[in-house]
Nanobody, 123 residues
């Protein structure tokens, strides 16, 4: 069992930055691929990016070049650094854990989910 808790969300102006954290419980955190998803009001949950247990990263086209994912296995934490934020980045951001070897981009491939943290970008 893995429990995930996101933090770091908030209100930021366009072109600003935020760093989200996702703290995981459990001793096998390093074996999980971690994903970041987001869900805007009235829309489905979409893949933003992820990091494998070998620290290989994958990003959605919408955030590539602006968002960076990293992990610290000693702290059981994965991070999402978001730069050059746009109003369309406004959403609830979720982290998720998967036992897949590579980063999966669909929600069904993930075994554990956090409760999410709200990110609001004002224009």
């Amino acid at each position: 069992q893995v429990q995930l808790v996101e933090s770091g969300g908030g209100l930021v102006q366009a072109e600003g930055s935020l760093r989200l954290s996702c703290a995981a419980s459990g001793r096998t955190f390093s074996r999980y691929a971690m994903g970041w998803f987001r869900q805007a009001p009235g829309k489905g949950r979409e893949f933003g990016g992820g990091i494998s247990w070998t620290s290989s990263t994958t990003y959605a086209d919408t955030v590539r070049g602006r968002f960076t994912i990293s992990r610290d296995n000693a702290k059981n934490t994965v991070y999402l650094q978001m730069n050059s934020l746009k109003p369309e980045d406004t959403a609830v951001y979720y982290c998720a854990a998967s036992l897949q070897f590579v980063v999966a981009i669909t929600t069904t491939e993930y075994d554990y989910w956090g409760r999410g943290t709200q990110v609001t970008v004002s224009s």
